[in-house]
Nanobody
Framework: QVQLVESGGGLVQAGGSLRLSCAASGRAFSTYGMGWFRQTPGKDREFVAAINWSGRDTSYADSVKGRFTISRDNAKNTVYLQMNNLKSEDTAVYYC?????????????????WGQGTQVTVSS
């Protein structure tokens, strides 16, 4: 079973950048699709970005297209989320998740493993 640990969150000014990392344990990481989601208090968890098992296919929420980039390094069992030109509305707890079907879906119900989350705060 894959276990996930996020890191890289923090406080940044609007227009700045952060890179989130999600380290996975387990030998099956390279077969999993991976996703990033975010959540703010009182709101549902929302899709941010996803990547399939090989890294060839990616998808993004409209709100982050052109600013965020998801990538993975299967040799390091790690998936990344590079976030540029951050806005105050990007403030949230960010979670990575693993999809054992390998596709990297936008729907959270496809993911069966979740990390504990990392806080991203963007000051305006």
């Amino acid at each position: 079973q894959v276990q996930l640990v996020e890191s890289g969150g923090g406080l940044v000014q609007a227009g700045g950048s952060l890179r989130l990392s999600c380290a996975a344990s387990g030998r099956a990481f390279s077969t999993y699709g991976m996703g990033w989601f975010r959540q703010t208090p009182g709101k549902d968890r929302e899709f941010v970005a996803a990547i399939n098992w090989s890294g060839r296919d990616t998808s993004y929420a409209d709100s982050v297209k052109g600013r965020f980039t998801i990538s993975r390094d299967n040799a390091k069992n790690t998936v990344y989320l590079q976030m540029n030109n951050l806005k105050s509305e990007d403030t949230a707890v960010y979670y990575c998740a693993a999809d054992r079907l390998g596709r990297g879906y936008s729907g959270s119900n496809y993911y069966n493993r979740w990390g504990q989350g990392t806080q991203v705060t963007v000051s305006s």
